[in-house]
């Protein structure tokens, strides 16, 4: 089967930095677009960036200039380069991808496990 693990979450004053990762592993044919959504409390999911496979990205207005989306295709690995962190970018960070892989024969979403980004001021 596929999992999506991310890793890289913390801690960090405002200000600081952190750099989240995401590896899809599994029986993986090919992957599309990957990307990062947060969940704060008490709010929707919202979506952060996302990447194509060709290396287009999209961002919320919010992180622009201060969050930079990239991946690795050979290892099936997306990045999330967070810079200047706010208290309001403190949340669960979701990786995502939409790949085809497993047992399923259309390309479908994948989600990881979450991973939580606290940023004091």
């Known amino acids: 089967q596929v999992q999506l693990v991310e890793s890289g979450g913390g801690l960090v004053q405002a200000g600081g930095s952190l750099r989240l990762s995401c590896a899809a592993s599994?029986?993986?044919?090919?992957?599309?677009?990957m990307g990062w959504y947060r969940q704060a409390p008490g709010k929707q999911r919202e979506l952060v960036a996302t990447?194509?496979?060709?290396?287009?990205?999209n961002y919320v207005d919010s992180v622009k200039g201060r969050f930079t989306i990239s991946r690795d295709n050979a290892k099936n690995t997306v990045y999330l380069q967070m810079n200047s962190l706010k208290p309001e970018d403190t949340a669960v960070y979701y990786c995502?991808?939409?790949?085809?892989?497993?047992?399923?024969?259309?390309?479908?979403?994948?989600w990881g496990q979450g991973t939580q980004v606290t940023v004091s001021s």
């Open positions: 995502n991808a939409d790949l085809l892989g497993g047992s399923s024969w259309s390309f479908r979403d994948y």
């Open positions: 599994g029986s993986i044919f090919a992957v599309k677009t």
């Open positions: 990447i194509t496979s060709g290396g287009t990205t």
